[in-house]
T-cell receptor, first 112, second 114 residues
Framework: GDSVTQMEGPVTLSEEAFLTINCTYT??????LFWYVQYPGEGLQLLLK?????DKGSNKGFEATYRKETTSFHLEKGSVQVSDSAVYFC???????????FGQGTRLTINP | NAGVTQTPKFRVLKTGQSMTLLCAQD?????MYWYRQDPGMGLRLIHY???????AKGEVPDGYNVSRLKKQNFLLGLESAAPSQTSVYFC?????????????FGPGTRLTVL
């Protein structure tokens, strides 16, 4: 079945550091790929998405590129802020019911 | 627009008790989902619905039942709670196939089963 694997956490960085959170997937066909973010005590919200190969999703300084050849969708940000501290989930959907398959989540902590 | 709301926010049950979690959305969305979130496992789909009066099983449906009698509401029931059902439960919705694929999540219900 479809699956998503994220890099192990937690990840702790200093403010203004460069961020990469790795995400790879296994799926037949052509899934849509997503990054969701969960701030403390809240539900998930969409950070960015890409629906076909070589698409780049971007939002709030975060970027991720849909790489079909490596089945990856790594999240990057050039300069993180304390307010970026959250749990980040990589996910995919495929099929008519648009069911999300999530990675295990990566907890990110940014220190001032 | 309240978006997606969940009731209750917190609940503690004893083993064997029953309860119903309510999810409501005011966006006229067709599809609704129930997930559970456990440490180190991400979110896993319990049940989902692609329209009023329809439901289907997700990845981890055992021990749960659902109903979608009204388009705006999606109920998740636990008939006989077990400690393994201690989790945070999230509801989500989307417009349907015509949407962008983004799922809109509620704030979650934290359930503890003793």
């Amino acid at each position: 079945g479809d699956s998503v694997t994220q890099m192990e956490g937690p990840v702790t960085l200093s403010e203004e550091a460069f961020l990469t959170i790795n995400c790879t997937y296994t799926a037949t066909g052509y899934p849509s790929l997503f990054w969701y973010v969960q701030y403390p005590g809240e539900g998930l919200q969409l950070l960015l998405k890409a629906t076909k190969a070589d698409d780049k999703g971007s939002n709030k300084g975060f970027e991720a590129t849909y790489r079909k050849e490596t089945t990856s969708f790594h999240l990057e940000k050039g300069s993180v802020q304390v307010s970026d501290s959250a749990v980040y989930f990589c996910a995919l959907t495929r099929g008519g019911a648009q069911k999300l398959v999530f990675g295990q989540g990566t907890r990110l902590t940014i220190n001032p | 627009n309240a978006g997606v709301t969940q009731t209750p926010k917190f609940r503690v049950l004893k083993t064997g008790q029953s309860m119903t979690l309510l999810c409501a959305q005011d966006m006229n969305h067709e599809y609704m989902y129930w997930y559970r979130q456990d440490p180190g496992m991400g979110l896993r789909l319990i049940h989902y619905s692609v329209g009023e009066g329809t439901t289907a099983k997700g990845e981890v449906p055992d021990g749960y039942n659902v109903s979608r009698l009204k388009k705006q509401n999606f109920l998740l029931g636990l008939e006989s709670a077990a400690p393994s059902q201690t989790s945070v439960y999230f509801c989500a919705s989307i417009p349907g196939l015509a949407g962008t694929g983004e799922q809109f999540f509620g704030p979650g219900t934290r359930l503890t089963v003793l």
